[in-house]
C-alpha cells in the first residue's frame, strides 16, 4: 500500500514510499491518473495499491460580508483549492497552516475571519463533501478550483 496526498493524486511523476518502505517512481502516461484504490502493481507476491492520504483542511469563517470578500479575494488571488459550505471557506492545505495563517494575518489577529484546522479522510470526490448535510440529506458544498482550469 502507498499513500499518497490528494493534491498529488492529479500528478503524472512522483516519487512514492510504500508503507513497507518501498521507493517507487511513478509515471504515468497523460491518459491515466491515479485515484483512490488504483492498483499500480500485482504479481504472484504483492500488489500495490493506491490510498488516498487524510487531507488537511482550513476552516475560514468570516465575521462581516464584507470579511467575506476581502477573504475570498485573498483565497482567489493566492490560487487556494477551495469548498464553500453555507458561508464558511475552506482551504486545501498543501503546506503548513502557519504559511495560511500568514496570508491572513491582520484579519485574524482583528477577529475578522475564525479559523480552525481539519483532517478529514477524501473519500469520493471530496472529505468536505462528507461534512454537515441540508435536512433533506444533500450535501451542502459547492467545489471550486483554480488548478488546470475551472470546475
Given at each position: 500500500?502507498?499513500?499518497i496526498?490528494v493534491?498529488?493524486?492529479?500528478r503524472?511523476?512522483?516519487?512514492?514510499?510504500?508503507?513497507?518502505?518501498?521507493?517507487?517512481?511513478?509515471?504515468?502516461?497523460?491518459h491515466?491518473?491515479?485515484?483512490?484504490?488504483?492498483?499500480?502493481?500485482?504479481?504472484?507476491?504483492?500488489?500495490?495499491?493506491?490510498?488516498?492520504?487524510?487531507?488537511?483542511w482550513?476552516?475560514?469563517?468570516?465575521?462581516s460580508?464584507?470579511?467575506?470578500?476581502?477573504?475570498g479575494?485573498?483565497?482567489?488571488n493566492l490560487?487556494?483549492?477551495v469548498?464553500?459550505?453555507?458561508?464558511?471557506?475552506?482551504?486545501?492545505?498543501?503546506?503548513?497552516?502557519?504559511?495560511?495563517?500568514?496570508?491572513?494575518g491582520?484579519m485574524?489577529?482583528?477577529?475578522?475571519?475564525?479559523?480552525?484546522?481539519?483532517?478529514e479522510?477524501?473519500?469520493?470526490?471530496?472529505?468536505?463533501?462528507?461534512?454537515?448535510?441540508?435536512?433533506?440529506?444533500?450535501?451542502t458544498?459547492?467545489?471550486?478550483?483554480?488548478?488546470?482550469?475551472?470546475?
Amino acid at each position: 500500500m502507498v499513500n499518497i496526498p490528494v493534491a498529488d493524486l492529479a500528478r503524472r511523476r512522483l516519487l512514492a514510499t510504500t508503507r513497507g518502505g518501498e521507493e517507487l517512481a511513478i509515471a504515468l502516461p497523460r491518459h491515466q491518473k491515479l485515484f483512490d484504490g488504483a492498483i499500480l502493481l500485482i504479481d504472484g507476491e504483492r500488489a500495490i495499491v493506491v490510498r488516498a492520504a487524510t487531507e488537511r483542511w482550513m476552516r475560514l469563517e468570516p465575521r462581516s460580508i464584507s470579511d467575506a470578500v476581502e477573504l475570498g479575494y485573498h483565497a482567489g488571488n493566492l490560487h487556494w483549492r477551495v469548498r464553500f459550505q453555507g458561508e464558511v471557506l475552506f482551504v486545501a492545505l498543501e503546506g503548513r497552516p502557519e504559511d495560511y495563517t500568514a496570508r491572513l494575518g491582520e484579519m485574524i489577529s482583528a477577529r475578522r475571519v475564525a479559523v480552525s484546522i481539519l483532517d478529514e479522510e477524501e473519500s469520493d470526490g471530496g472529505a468536505a463533501e462528507r461534512g454537515p448535510q441540508a435536512d433533506d440529506g444533500r450535501a451542502t458544498t459547492t467545489d471550486h478550483f483554480h488548478h488546470d482550469g475551472h470546475q
